[in-house]
């Protein structure tokens, strides 16, 4: 976030929005009175033909005769309706649009689709911070969550910014070489490898540093639409060191595949390693990693203990998401009323709460990133 070089020599001072208006004293009267501007100038005295105004930290130049469109102003209001309307029109035509200084996070109240994307080698449009980005949820859930797939082809620092999002879910996960992030009261930069993972709570300050080639990442948000804003005065690495610190009811987590303890599945046949999401996210989301047990499925499928559900059960679930996304090894899902989709490594999919489903011809292989909302996703075995 840097100035434009090519005006730095100019010795900018002030910064004024020109509005046309035909008669000028209505329009003043207008911002003074009922906006509660402040007049600072008017020229010439014998005829007014120009009214320099001010407040809340704009400058407004009214000037009679002008030609062109009247303009809109957005007021961010602590009681935007308290004034009984939200759209004003000034008499110079100006529409005044009076806004909610600090409006509550809308989550699209949609219902849960199925989503099935494959990685195809198109490596996707270029997002912020010049990363290109792979949609693996292009209906986004009904606008309820993102995924995107983010790729980083070049060695190097990143030209990112110290910055913090408006959500209420946000997960990075390593599926590829390294990257180097700091964040805000979690101590010095560190590197993501292959493997860890991040919770970002929301209004955590953060900062992508720098990455390996070939970087891969996976981020899931939610709403899928949420605000990035720069961060002017928080510099990073902060001086304390908080790892309990609470941000809008959530922890930082840092969770480290070097570290991870492998812990068997209720679904016989698999592992899994969890990433401390569901905790530091007070139960709301759960992370982790799922793979084939080396011993095999079909050890397991024969002997698995009564009551566990085994691979071959048809299951559902009614949480908000299930979202998985194939580190490595194949697979094929079945999902009721649905053609049986092949896995492979870079797929994605989203299974909607009350649709059967279950995976089979898994190879020894199998790798999948597993994000569930609620972090503890009852899943049912489904009675045929
Ligand atoms: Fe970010």
Redesign the pocket.
């Known amino acids: 976030m840097t100035t434009p070089s090519v005006l730095s020599a100019t010795g900018i001072r002030a910064v004024e929005v020109v509005l046309p208006c035909i008669e000028l004293d209505p329009t003043v009267d207008f911002f003074v009175d009922r906006l509660g501007f402040r007049l600072d100038v008017i020229m010439p005295a014998d005829d007014p033909a120009v009214a320099l105004l001010s407040g809340y930290g704009m400058r407004i130049r009214l000037q009679r005769g002008g030609t062109g469109d009247p303009g809109e102003l957005r007021l961010a209001c602590d009681e935007p309706r308290a004034g009984g309307a939200d759209l004003l029109t000034a008499p110079n035509g100006t529409r005044i649009h009076l806004v909610d200084a600090k409006p509550p996070l809308v989550i699209p109240d949609s219902p849960p689709l199925f989503e099935l994307t494959r990685d195809d080698g198109d490596v996707g449009g270029v997002g912020r911070a010049g990363m290109r980005y792979r949609d693996l949820l292009p209906k986004r859930q009904g606008g309820r969550f993102i995924a995107s797939h983010i790729l980083i082809p070049d060695a190097g620092p990143v030209p990112d910014y110290v ?3 408006r959500v209420r879910f946000q997960m990075i996960y390593c599926a590829a070489g390294w990257v180097r992030v700091v964040y805000e009261d979690q101590g010095p930069a560190f590197v993501l490898q292959a493997g860890d993972c991040v919770l ?1 709570p929301p209004g955590i300050r ?1 900062r ?1 540093l720098e990455s390996s080639a070939g970087l891969e990442v996976i981020e899931i948000g939610c709403p899928a639409e949420h605000e ?1 804003t720069a961060e002017h005065v928080i510099t990073l690495p902060t001086p304390d060191l908080r790892p309990d610190r609470v941000f809008q009811g959530q922890r930082f987590v840092r969770h480290a595949a070097a570290d991870a303890v492998w812990e068997p599945r209720r679904l016989t046949g698999f592992e899994s390693r969890d990433t401390g999401i569901g905790a530091g996210t007070a139960g709301l989301a759960g992370v982790r990693v799922v793979r084939s047990t080396p011993s095999g499925l079909q050890a397991n499928e024969s002997t698995g203990p009564a009551g566990k559900v085994t691979p071959g059960s048809e299951l559902i679930h009614d949480g908000e998401l299930l979202f998985w996304f194939v580190l490595a090894g194949t697979a094929t899902l079945h999902a009721q009323g649905r053609p049986d989709e092949p896995l492979g490594k870079g797929a994605a999919v989203a299974i909607p709460a009350g649709l059967p489903h279950q995976l089979a011809e898994i190879s020894a292989d199998l790798e999948l990133l597993e994000v569930t909302l609620p972090a503890t996703l009852e899943l049912r075995a489904v009675e045929h």
Do not use: N, S
Request: net charge neutral; aromatic share 0%.
């Open positions: 910055h913090h999002h970002q953060h992508v990035t």
